[in-house]
Each structure stands twice: as C-alpha cells, then as structure tokens.
C-alpha cells in the first residue's frame, strides 16, 4: 500500500503512538471525565449541589402524659382538706364531740390516689403519728400536706383504736406524756385554719373529762406548756379561748365571815371573823375558795369552833362569807361539797356558758366559740352530779326553796363535824 519502507515505519510508529495516548488515558481517567461529587451544571455552568430528598415523617399517635407527682398530692391535699372541713363543722355541732363522725371519705383516699407513701402511712398505729413530723418526706410533699394527713390519720387512728375509752383508764402521768403537738411545727407553730385545732381540742375534751374543776392547785400546767408556742390566726380564736379557761391564778383578800348555830332553848350560838385574808382562786372563768385551807391553819379557825359551839349535832342557822372591799361585791353563793370527802367549796363567782340554743343561727365562728362553752357547761353538769349543792342565792318569799336550803345547812352542819379533823 506504501511504496517505501520509510513511509510505511512512519505510519506504523503513528499508529502506536495514538495506541499508546489511548491505553494511558483508560489507565488515569477510567470514566472518561471527572467524579460528579453529587453537583451538576446549573444554567451559568457553575456546579450546583444536588439535593437530597428526606422522607417524610410518620405521625404516631401517643397517650397523653401520666399526671405528674405534684399535681397529685395538690389534688390529694385539696381532697383532705374538703374532708377535714366537713368533720370539723360535724364535731362542732355533735351532742358528744369526737364520740362520733365519718371518717368514710378519708379512709378511701390511699385507694384513689395510688400513693406507696401515703398508704404506708395510713398504716401508721395512733400511738405512731408523732413521728410524722420528723420523717424525711420526699421534696414533692408540701408543708400543709404534712400536716393535713397527719390530722386525717390523727382522726382515723383515735376512732379505730378507741382512744377516748383508754386515755379515761390511763394513770395520769400517762395522759401527760399522750398530750403532744409537735404536728404544728411543720407550720411554723401557726394555726390558720379551724380545721387545723381537731387534735388541741380532742385533747381539751379529754383534759376536761379528767378535771377537778375546783382545784387548789394548778392541775393544767402540762397542758398549758404544750399549746404555749401556738399562734391561733383563725377566726374563732379557739386556741385563745381555751387559755383564758385554763387561766389559774390565786390571790389573798380580806373577807367576813359570820356563822349562827341554833343551840335549841339556849341562846343561839354567833361568832363573827372579821379582817380574815382567804385564798380566792379564779380558774374556768370561777371564782372560789377551797376549805380547809392547806396553806394558813388560821383561816380554819371558823370551822373548828363552830364545830365544838355544840357537843351534838351542829345545827347551822345561817352563814356569811363577804368580801370587806365594798366595790368588789363578792359574797358566798354556793357550797359544794361531798359527804365522802373533807374538801368543800365556796363559790364567790359563776361560770356563765353563755350558749347560743338556735341552730339556725350558728355560722361557723358561732359554733366556735359555743364549743368550749358546751364542752366546759356539759363537764360542770355531769361533775355536779356527785356532789351536794347548797345556794344561798335564794328568794325569801319562796317558802318552799328556803324550807329547802334550812335543812341542807343543817345537814353541812353534820357533814362538818363528822369530816372535819385537824
């Protein structure tokens, strides 16, 4: 096809030479051009980024969330606490306080609240509750909540374990110890709420039950001394009450005192005192004094001599007893005593109740402050009972009431000379 040899080597070294470009050019470039990085030309032939398609999302349908911790144990406390009210206004109004109310409602709140915490408390015995309030309660649980179920359990325990039936049975030192209100630390020592009294005055209604009510000495002391720290802020200042109740003071005034014993066909028997400085004691809104004085032998002297004025039965006529200081306006009113002990009273001044007898008038403060009145006048009634009453407060055109009040001095008479030894 070539004529020379020279010619044909020619187009042979072109030939491999374009073979061999070709061969380097598979070797380096395989694809026959650069890696595409995702980009292609856009319309200026700049390179532009592909975009990457994300799937779209599955909506899932979910459960609300679970009631958190703290807006269960608000809604427990704001259950208890409807519940407390409505026991409380109960216990105001019942013919016998604490004897008897529902404690239905507050049984069933561990079971509708599903608490671990406070099931474990509700199975605390009533002799138990005082150690609520030092136990660590997680953060959730608030002050007033503390509290709260410690009243609900307080209520609970004493119904179930028949508290007010022991604490009668109990030596009195026992009852000292029972009485405790470190409950009203987790609020400060302050009361805001009537609802929040219910263990002071379960206590107050014991402490009554057990009371001497004409003592010669401060028997309320241990009392006193546990509710001392309290701060009463609620309306019907109950806390403050029961203090002026509790008040015990004693002082000396100078009294008069004047017996007659009739001594049959002979004269009559007289001895006036005059200038005698007699204990008065002032306790449950009362004004009194205790015979035989244990403290002065010569403010006794009246007695011994009436009783020797007759070597038989003492027949007493009349007696006087009047405070010397005109504008004080004390005199004997009541003698109150009892043939098995050597103990009597006079009494200068009442205790008047002063108790509102319309239930449809009562609010919620009326009943507060006729509570204690109607704890402290039932006390009085069922005290009295065992005990001999002799008033001197008597109309002298009431023959039948004055007949009466003759033969009661005359058997006070008797009862002094049989009891009275010195």
Wanted: proline letters at 5%; one cysteine or more.
């Amino acid at each position: 096809m070539f004529k020379s040899k020279e010619r044909r080597d020619s187009v042979l070294l072109l030939f491999m030479a374009v073979i061999t470009i070709v061969f380097l050019l598979y070797i380096f470039i395989p694809s026959g051009g650069k890696k595409d990085n995702g980009k292609k030309d856009g319309p200026d032939g700049k390179k532009v980024k592909k975009e990457t398609k994300i799937p779209e999302k599955t909506t899932k349908k979910t459960l609300p969330d679970e009631p958190s911790e703290k807006f269960i144990l608000e809604n427990l406390n704001r259950k208890i606490e409807e519940q407390l009210n409505a026991i409380y206004v109960d216990i105001l109004e019942a013919d016998d306080p604490f004897a008897n109310y529902n404690t239905k409602d507050l049984q069933n709140l561990p079971g509708e609240f599903q608490n671990k915490l406070v099931e474990k408390l509700y199975k605390f015995s009533f002799w138990d509750l005082n150690d609520i309030p030092t136990l660590a309660f997680p953060e959730t649980y608030n002050n007033s909540l503390k509290l709260n179920l410690f009243i609900s359990l307080f209520l609970l325990k004493s119904q179930e374990e028949e508290i007010l039936k022991k604490y009668v049975q109990l030596p009195r030192s026992e009852c000292e110890k029972m009485i405790r209100f470190e409950c009203y630390h987790l609020v400060n020592n302050e009361i805001e709420k009537g609802y929040q009294l219910i263990p002071v005055l379960f206590y107050f209604k014991l402490l009554m039950q057990r009371l001497n009510l004409y003592p010669a000495e401060d028997e309320t002391v241990f009392f006193k001394e546990q509710i001392k720290h309290l701060r009463d802020l609620t309306t019907g200042k109950l806390l403050i009450h029961i203090r002026e109740f509790l008040g015990f003071s004693k002082r000396s005034e100078r009294y008069r005192l004047e017996w007659v014993e009739d001594d049959g066909i002979l004269s009559d028997d007289k001895k006036v005192y005059t200038n005698l400085n007699l204990n008065v004691i002032n306790f449950l809104k009362q004004e009194y004094m205790v015979f035989p004085d244990s403290e002065n032998s010569e403010n006794n002297q009246w007695i011994k001599e009436l009783c020797k004025a007759d070597p038989g039965d003492i027949e007493l006529e009349n007696l006087s007893i009047r405070n010397q200081d005109p504008a004080k306006q004390l005199d004997l009113r009541k003698i109150i005593y009892t043939p098995l002990n050597s103990r009597f009273v006079v009494m200068l001044k009442e205790y008047q109740p002063g108790i509102d007898t319309d239930p449809g008038s009562y609010t919620i403060m009326r009943r507060e402050q006729g509570f204690l009145n109607y704890l402290v006048a039932r006390r009085m009634g069922e005290f009295h009972k065992n005990f001999t009453i002799i008033h001197f407060t008597l109309d002298p055109t009431d023959k039948k009431k004055t007949k009466l009040f003759k033969q009661q001095l005359k058997e006070f008479g008797s009862y002094l000379k049989k009891n009275m030894v010195f």
